[in-house]
């Protein structure tokens, strides 16, 4: 069965306290796995597809990768505005609709 | 360009009752997913929607059910509520099925049971 683990539940960290957050997956043939951002009360907002290992991207602060095996997405020097819940989701090739999320890493960030 | 709308935002409705809900996609957006949001199991697929077809069904009981207009705009449906179906409703459109290009999610109905 398709899986998405993220870690960890919930990071704290200081203004331009530089880390990343991780996304595990186990799926059969991985079409694309995607990034959202979740404010508190609102729908999430798309940030990245990745398609293949070794891809990358970025937006501002965040950078996603992709491997083989896990996504991270790396946050440089955050604001407290990057605070919200990330949230990762894989599609896989043989599944096309079904997007299947992982439960979130809950990000805040402090002045 | 106005974003995906979903309505009502707040609900209230009593075990045993209906409920409809209903998102409105964006202009020229003709697929439109739905998702449950709890704590517990986080985001999980009800159903999809492309040209007025079901393409693909989550693993949800027979209550819940959807369905979409010529105009693109969908609602579902959940049938004998129970207090598990207490949940954020989540509305995503996208240009192709299946979101693979990324979704544009509603802000949700939150839905209480009580």
């Known amino acids: 069965e398709d899986q998405v683990t993220q870690s960890p539940e919930a990071l704290r960290l200081q203004e331009g306290e530089s880390s990343s957050l991780n996304c595990s997956y186990t799926?059969?043939?991985?079409?694309?796995l995607f990034w959202y951002r979740q404010d508190p009360g609102k729908g999430p907002e798309f940030l990245f597809t990745?398609?293949?290992a070794g891809e990358e991207k970025e937006k501002e602060r965040l950078k996603a990768t992709l491997t083989k095996k896990e996504s991270f997405l790396h946050i440089t020097a955050p604001k407290p505005e990057d605070s919200a819940t990330y949230l990762c989701?894989?599609?896989?090739?043989?599944?096309?609709?079904?997007?299947?999320f992982g439960a979130g890493t809950r990000l805040t960030v402090k002045p | 360009k106005a974003g995906v709308t979903q309505t009502p935002r707040y609900l209230i409705k009593t075990r045993g009752q209906q409920v409809t809900l209903s998102c409105s996609p964006i202009?020229?957006?003709?697929?439109v997913s739905w998702y449950q949001q709890t704590p517990g199991q986080g985001l999980q697929f009800l159903f999809e929607?492309?040209?007025?077809?079901?393409?693909n069904k989550g693993n949800f009981p027979g209550r819940f059910s959807g369905r979409q207009f010529s105009n693109s705009r969908s609602e579902m449906n959940v049938s004998t509520l129970e207090l598990g179906d207490s949940a954020l409703y989540l509305c995503?459109?996208?240009?192709?099925?299946?979101?693979?290009?990324?979704?544009?999610f509603g802000s949700g109905t939150r839905l209480t049971v009580v």
């Open positions: 995503a459109s996208s240009l192709a099925p299946g979101g693979n290009y990324g979704y544009t």
């Open positions: 799926v059969s043939g991985l079409r694309g």
């Open positions: 990745l398609y293949s």
């Open positions: 989701a894989v599609q896989a090739s043989y599944n096309n609709n079904d997007m299947r």
């Open positions: 202009s020229g957006h003709r697929s």
């Open positions: 929607y492309f040209s007025e077809t079901q393409r």
